[in-house]
């Protein structure tokens, strides 16, 4: 009997391809996730420093004008703060997205390999089935020409 062979062996290679485009899709949208909270904290320790360095400045005495620059960049600080929190609260629900688009492809590639896997061991159960019934033919046979070998 020849070898088993998948039918469906091209949509299961595919369903692999589309599950491995969708983790990295997924990892794409991690990786700027990350990106965008490393910039936060960048963002958070520059607003940090920016505003000691203005209670320093205060203290020694500063001109208005001064005071007014310092006040601005604080402010366009925590302004590109709320921004890229915004930007992070939208890549959440983005990865969400994807992270369900990563299961349904699982789903499917995975459901592709249990059927790939029934057939081949229904295969495999009607080749040793086969192989009993010829076994046991020959066993008959065997026993034929004894039975036949002993009357003469």
Known sequence: MKRFEFKLK??????????????????KTVMEIAACEQQIDSLETTHGHSTQQLEQIVEKGVGAKEFKQHQSYIEAVIRMIGEEKEQKFQLDK???????????????????????????????????????????????????????????
């Open 10 to 27: 091209a949509l299961l290679n595919f369903r692999k391809h589309l599950e491995r485009m969708a983790q990295q899709d997924m990892a």
């Open 94 to 152: 983005v990865l969400e997205k994807k992270r369900l688009a990563l299961k349904k492809r699982s789903i499917d590639k995975k459901a592709m390999e249990r059927l790939r896997e029934k057939q081949a061991k229904a295969y495999n159960q009607e080749l040793l089935v086969a192989e009993q019934k010829e076994l046991d033919e020959i066993s008959s046979l065997k026993k034929a020409r004894e039975i036949s070998n002993d009357t003469h």
